[in-house]
């Protein structure tokens, strides 16, 4: 991985096409990961090795699963990873947006991640009241009415 421009880029390739892209990382998280990799990594990549080389894979699981034990957490990696998309569509990520952040090509794979949040059908009611308020629909989003 590497850290550059707000972004996280990993090598090799992905699997997919899909996989192929830069992920956004969060604004607060960016000065962990610039101090991490000013104080152990360099400049070519997040996560190195002993060898000062990229990280590989395993290597970074297993490191994961030493400081998770550390701690006692019963997290696994992907965890993470659901975790983290399931925050994303809490705020208001589109399908879309899920599809892209997790290099799917399915968008069965990404609706995984839409759970119904306690309290989001509120906050969903209270933006229509505010599109409702504003009374002008020259803002709004054009949608095609299809007959069956």
Same mark, same amino acid.
């Given at each position: 991985?590497?850290?550059?421009?707000?972004?996280v880029?990993?090598?090799?390739?992905? =699997?997919?096409d899909?996989? =192929?892209?830069?992920?956004?990382?969060?604004?607060h998280?960016?000065?962990y990961?610039?101090?991490?990799?000013?104080?152990?990594s360099g400049?070519?990549?997040?996560?190195?090795?002993?060898?000062?080389?990229?990280m590989?894979?395993?290597?970074?699981?297993?490191?994961?699963?030493?400081?998770?034990?550390?701690?006692?957490?019963?997290?696994?990696?992907?965890?993470?990873?659901?975790?983290?998309?399931?925050?994303?569509?809490s705020?208001?990520a589109?399908?879309?947006?899920?599809? =892209?952040?997790?290099?799917?090509?399915?968008?069965?794979a990404a609706?995984?991640?839409?759970?119904?949040v306690?309290?989001?059908?509120?906050?969903?009611?209270?933006?229509?009241?505010?599109?409702?308020?504003?009374?002008?629909a020259?803002?709004?989003?054009?949608?095609?009415?299809?007959?069956?």
């Amino acid at each position: 991985m590497s850290c550059s421009a707000r972004r996280v880029r990993q090598g090799p390739d992905p =699997k997919t096409d899909a996989g =192929k892209r830069p992920v956004s990382i969060p604004p607060h998280l960016r000065p962990y990961l610039v101090e991490h990799q000013e104080k152990w990594s360099g400049k070519t990549w997040l996560f190195v090795g002993r060898d000062g080389e990229r990280m590989r894979g395993n290597a970074i699981y297993q490191a994961f699963v030493r400081a998770r034990d550390r701690v006692g957490v019963a997290v696994t990696f992907h965890d993470l990873r659901h975790t983290g998309q399931t925050l994303a569509a809490s705020t208001g990520a589109t399908l879309a947006d899920l599809k =892209k952040r997790l290099g799917h090509s399915s968008s069965a794979a990404a609706m995984r991640y839409m759970h119904a949040v306690d309290g989001r059908d509120k906050e969903v009611a209270a933006e229509l009241s505010k599109l409702a308020a504003r009374g002008d629909a020259a803002g709004l989003p054009r949608t095609i009415l299809v007959q069956h």
